[in-house]
């Protein structure tokens, strides 16, 4: 009885720390008090006091799957946020009632269902290139449960046609209707009703368009590549849209950054502009960098055995992207004629595009024309081209992100890219390549590129074996 009396005191010792670091962590992300004391009560409904005065765990919270339960919040400021958020927005409920978020903590063994909102089907990989089915089966583990909620249907769709071809042939320019608020708001009503046919957990978007009029008591989430303010200002957008989309853009984006408990974005660049042109608060945005976009990426050993089989003789880069002139590809053809003029023989493949029909191809360079790596052979042959390649080379003039980088990576070639956009997260200098401004000159390039890959060619490739595992599949961005 004295022992288990002693195991009974020390497993309160350890709670009543847990309860302290959590509610010094509260304080940091700036989570009123009542939330987490709310949160606390639910996960042991017999804690007698819990208040910055006073922190006194009862003998309600001494079993092992509650004190758990608590390490995981202390470990995770993520979930903390999102679980005391959620505490909030039910903070007019009864003591007796749980809200979504701390049902799915206090059932930890139970599968977190997850509601996966889009406009479109994310099953479909024609849809974005494929990164909202990858998002989607990138948060799908044995204790997450993700379901589809779109497609969903655009209200009014002919009213939009009609106005987008009305801008286009009076003023010359672009019009998004599905920014606007009628189309939203009946995403809002398609969402809702679906939520009301299941007991979700959380509703994950990795968009603003779908949830931006929703009215929901379940956490939202957002995982966005930019933010509409970025993406108009970075592409050059700002001008060639009209004033009517640029404010619809605008308060959509708005509505959606302050529904959310929780904005992550793949770049700090994005994060930037979400807290500076939406005043959105610091504490709910995280940063989390996409990953390789690969159904069958390479075994580590199949890279091991790929950069042992480099060539030794000759340079070779790779450069992928579908826009000849916004992808950079004439700065890069003109970074492989100087690395050649230099002595070093190199030689680049060109993946996705062709250039002017007025272009003069140089013998040096390849054209391996668009390849489609949505379907398994398409995949394999780029593959297949990453794997016999040195460096990869995208001087993108605007990105917001770049998977290829992540792609790259996975396939341990290191990148050389201009340090623009999104790719400052995507592309870290020393570990996942080398960025350069886009004044920077192509000599100050090639001496890195020389130098590097003379280097690589001499000691088994030293340099590609770095960037084994920078950045794996989709979204496992740990190295």
């Known amino acids: 009885m004295e022992k288990a009396d002693d195991d009974i005191a020390k497993q309160d010792l350890v709670a009543d720390r847990l309860i302290r670091e959590i509610f010094e962590k509260s304080q940091a992300y700036g989570v009123p008090a009542f939330a987490w004391c709310r949160l606390i009560t639910i996960l042991a409904a017999d804690v007698r006091a819990v208040g910055p005065g006073h922190l006194a765990a009862s003998r309600g919270l001494h079993a092992a799957s509650d004190v758990d339960r608590l ?8 979930l903390l946020v ?9 903070g007019n409920v009864g003591s007796n009632e749980l809200s979504y978020r701390s049902k799915w903590w206090l059932n930890r063994g139970k599968t ?7 406009t479109y089907d994310p099953s479909d990989r024609n849809n974005w290139s494929g990164l909202g089915h990858a998002i989607m089966e990138a948060i799908s583990d044995k204790e997450v449960e993700v379901e589809a909620l779109g497609p969903l249907q655009t209200n009014y769709e002919m009213l939009g046609r009609i106005k987008r071809k009305f801008y286009r042939i009076l003023f010359r320019l672009g019009y998004e209707y599905e920014r606007e608020g009628l189309p939203g708001r009946g995403y809002a009503r398609q969402v809702s009703n679906k939520l009301n046919l299941k007991d979700y957990d959380i509703v994950f978007s990795p968009g603003s368009i779908p949830i931006s009029r929703l009215q929901s008591h379940q956490p939202i989430v957002i995982w966005a590549d930019a933010t509409f303010a970025s993406f108009i200002s970075h592409y050059g957008l700002s001008q060639s849209l009209c004033g009517e989309t640029v404010r619809a853009g605008h308060a959509t984006e708005r509505l959606a950054y302050n529904r959310a408990s929780l904005l992550i974005f793949a770049s700090e660049w994005a994060a930037r502009s979400a807290v500076k042109d939406y005043g959105i608060d610091k504490k709910k945005v995280r940063v ?5 976009n690969f159904i069958s990426p390479p075994s580590r050993h199949t890279v091991l055995d790929s950069i042992d089989r480099r060539s030794s003789n000759r340079c070779q880069l790779i450069t992928i992207g579908v826009d000849w002139r ?15 003029d230099r002595g ?3 030689e680049l493949t060109v993946v996705g595009c062709y250039p002017p029909r007025t272009y003069s191809v140089p013998s040096f360079v390849k054209l391996a024309g668009f390849v489609d790596k949505r379907t398994p052979e398409g995949e394999s042959r780029i593959s297949e081209l990453l794997l ?4 990869h080379v995208l001087f993108s003039t605007a990105e917001a992100f770049g998977v290829v980088f992540a792609e790259a990576n996975a396939h341990a070639v290191p990148n050389i890219a201009s340090d623009i956009g999104g790719i400052g997260t995507a592309v870290a200098n020393g570990a996942g390549g080398q960025r350069f401004n886009l004044d920077s000159s192509l000599e100050e390039v090639a001496r890195l590129n020389a130098a590097t890959t003379r280097a690589a060619m001499g000691s088994a490739n030293w340099l590609q074996r770095k960037f084994v595992g920078v950045r794996g599949c989709m979204f496992d961005s740990a190295g």
Request: proline residues 8%; glycine residues 4%; positive net charge.
């Open 71 to 78: 390490r995981k919040l202390v470990a995770d400021p993520a």
């Open 82 to 90: 999102l679980s005391s958020q959620a505490e909030c927005q039910m």
């Open 112 to 118: 977190m269902r997850v509601a996966y909102v889009t």
């Open 288 to 292: 989390v960098p996409f990953g390789a």
């Open 326 to 340: 916004r992808k950079g590809m004439p700065r890069t053809v003109a970074l492989a004629r100087l690395l050649n």
């Open 344 to 346: 070093l023989p190199t």
């Open 388 to 391: 016999s390649a040195h460096f």
